[in-house]
């Protein structure tokens, strides 16, 4: 049989985040952070259905999404690298090459 008993208050301030970053790093005293991603919207003005990041047409008006930039990550020091850019601004890397 259960209980109703409200436990929250013999829990330790901070036992929840620390457990849930362990699992994630497996490192104690590792502090995860929670990436947020900016909505995406349709293009069309009549429209403005909020969409999925990977969509390339709207499902609500059929609206073809424009194609983000191709930015690149480098391999040597994990920074961005611009869609113009040659090689990596923090390390000199050169871009890869995609086909």
Not at 46 to 73: R, V, Y
Not at 90 to 96: D, I, Y
Request: net charge positive; glycine share 6%; charged share 30%.
């Amino acid at each position: 049989m259960g209980s109703n008993i409200d436990l929250r208050k013999y829990q330790q301030e901070g036992a929840i985040e620390d457990a849930f970053s362990k699992l994630v790093s497996n490192r104690p005293g590792y502090k995860a952070t929670l990436e947020k991603r900016e909505p995406v919207f349709c293009v069309n003005d009549a429209c403005k259905k909020e969409l999925e990041p990977h969509a390339k047409f709207c499902p609500s008006c059929g609206t073809k999404l424009e194609k983000k930039s191709k930015q690149m990550i480098c391999t040597k020091c994990y920074n961005i690298i611009g869609e113009e850019d040659k090689f990596c601004m923090s390390c000199g890397s050169a871009r890869p090459v995609t086909s």
